[in-house]
Nanobody, 121 residues
């Protein structure tokens, strides 16, 4: 069992920044990567960024150059630094613990509770 707790969401003006955190209770040999997803009202949940246990990262095209995913393995915590935020980034952000084959991320059933990010214009 892996438990995930997100924090760091909030309300910010367009052009501003936020940093989200995802703290994992533990990682296992197979479940050791993290993906950040977001879901806006009426839309599907989409992968925003992912990071492998070794630090390999993936980003959705819509956030490349603006968002940075990183991890602190000593703290079992993954961060999502979000800069130059746009109103279209408004969504509930969820972290997921899964696995990464150094090319792409695969989600598991381990999800955090979500944190709201609202970007005003």
């Amino acid at each position: 069992q892996v438990q995930l707790v997100e924090s760091g969401g909030g309300l910010v003006q367009a052009g501003g920044s936020l940093r989200l955190s995802c703290a994992a209770s533990r990682f296992t040999a197979s479940i050791n990567a993290i993906g950040w997803y977001r879901q806006a009202p009426g839309k599907q949940r989409d992968l925003v960024a992912a990071i492998s246990s070794g630090g390999i990262t993936n980003y959705a095209d819509s956030v490349k150059g603006r968002f940075t995913i990183s991890r602190d393995n000593a703290k079992n915590t993954v961060y999502l630094q979000m800069n130059s935020l746009k109103p279209e980034d408004t969504a509930v952000y969820y972290c997921n613990a899964g696995w990464h084959n150094d090319v792409r991320y695969t989600a598991s059933n381990y999800w955090g509770q979500g944190t709201q990010v609202t970007v005003s214009s």
